[in-house]
């Protein structure tokens, strides 16, 4: 994976108030902080719950960890990674990392949010950041010692929908995702959305692998799409996703990948076309930022392309050619200022028109 996540948007253009205006700023200049790491707070332990796919999935859970080691460069102190192979560890692994101390505690993935919120209730004095979900007490209202980072993923994942219709040559494009968690689905609203946009005559293949740690059947499903002339497929699978790497690799030249989270070029360098990513590093580092200041706030925060947070991958971006850049740049800069509104749910989908970009 890259050292940081470069991202395809403008720098800052929010109405999403002062915590989404810092985030941005945080993000920014978490360079500059690098050198200055803290002495006064040595003792700091910057955890992290992993879900399943643990480290090594390419995904939320390597950029998690990126921002907890952002964290330790600049605040001082030490990472500690927790990481978990089954559900049922997720609340004793989350009272571990409370009990040992922990600074902040980040729950990565949506699967983590009911224990985390059981243990966030039970213990009202730690700090928390839940990745991908907010989290609600039995009334329904957030929790103050949760920050709950969710991401509008539809809105890149349109700009990546945008990128597949304009490159496939067959008409019929693919999109494997590992469970049907709110996230993915905001990945599928926002592909095609983005592709119906361009062409409402483009047809669409989705299947679901109901776990993100199967690669071989990602790779069955991968390998049954291209056996129906898709040609461009995306990836939301995890670290079942390999797999759909794996088979794209096989089917050879003129057949494309889409990735999610980070940019994943390194797994299939002759057929990566472009990935929708999100700053988790950058909001790890921007809540432990706020717990090392004395400024945290809990409740949710949700993140897209006005406050920097989600867009193209940047490596390859230069290689697109110039018409399927100028319709991202459009498509962009629609969304941005609120004239374009992706779907992020089965039925907002339904609803959506697509317009002219």
């Not at 219709?165 to 999109?175: N, P, R, V």
């Not at 494997?176 to 062409?199: H, N, Q, S, W």
């Not at 002759?270 to 200041?293: I, M, P, Q, R």
């Amino acid at each position: 994976m890259t050292e940081r996540t470069d991202l395809l948007t403008s720098p800052l253009l929010t109405s999403k108030g002062r915590r989404a205006l810092l985030f941005s700023l945080a993000t920014a200049v978490v360079g500059s902080l690098l050198p200055m790491a803290a002495t006064a707070q040595d003792d700091a332990v910057w955890t992290m719950i992993t879900d399943q796919n643990g480290l090594g999935d390419h995904g939320f859970n390597d950029l998690a960890k990126l921002g907890l080691d952002r964290s330790v460069e600049a605040f001082g102190g030490r990472a500690q990674v927790i990481q978990s192979t089954d559900q049922s560890q997720f609340v004793p692994n989350l009272l571990q990392a409370v009990a040992g101390g922990s600074t902040m505690v980040v729950g990565v993935g949506s699967l983590l949010n009911d224990a985390l919120t059981e243990v966030a209730m039970m213990k009202p004095e730690a700090h928390f950041t839940l990745i991908d979900a907010v989290s609600v007490d039995d009334d329904g209202k957030p929790l103050e010692n949760v920050a709950s980072v969710t991401f509008r993923e539809q809105e890149a994942a349109f700009l990546a929908g945008v990128v597949a219709a304009m490159t496939s040559k067959t008409g019929h494009i693919g999109f494997v995702g590992g469970m049907e968690t709110p996230p993915v689905v905001r990945f599928l609203a926002g592909y095609k959305a983005g592709i119906a946009t361009v062409d409402p005559e483009i047809k669409i293949s989705h299947a679901f692998v109901g776990s993100f740690r199967d690669p071989a059947k990602a790779k069955v499903l991968a390998e049954g799409m291209f056996d129906s002339d898709v040609d461009v497929i995306m990836d939301v699978a995890g670290g079942g996703g390999r797999g759909i790497y794996d088979a794209i690799t096989e089917a050879g030249a003129d057949h494309w990948v889409i990735a999610a989270d980070t940019c994943k070029g390194h797994l299939a360098p002759d057929n990566f076309l472009t990935s929708a990513v999100k700053d988790v590093a950058g909001a790890v580092f921007y809540e432990n930022k706020a717990v090392h200041d004395e400024t945290f706030e809990g409740g949710p925060q949700s993140l897209g392309l006005a406050e920097g947070a989600v867009g193209l991958c940047a490596d390859n971006i230069d290689t697109l050619p110039a018409e399927v850049l100028a319709k991202v740049e459009a498509a962009k800069a629609k969304i941005i200022a609120g004239e374009l509104t992706p779907p992020d749910t089965y039925e907002a989908l339904d609803a959506f028109a697509p317009g002219e970009l």
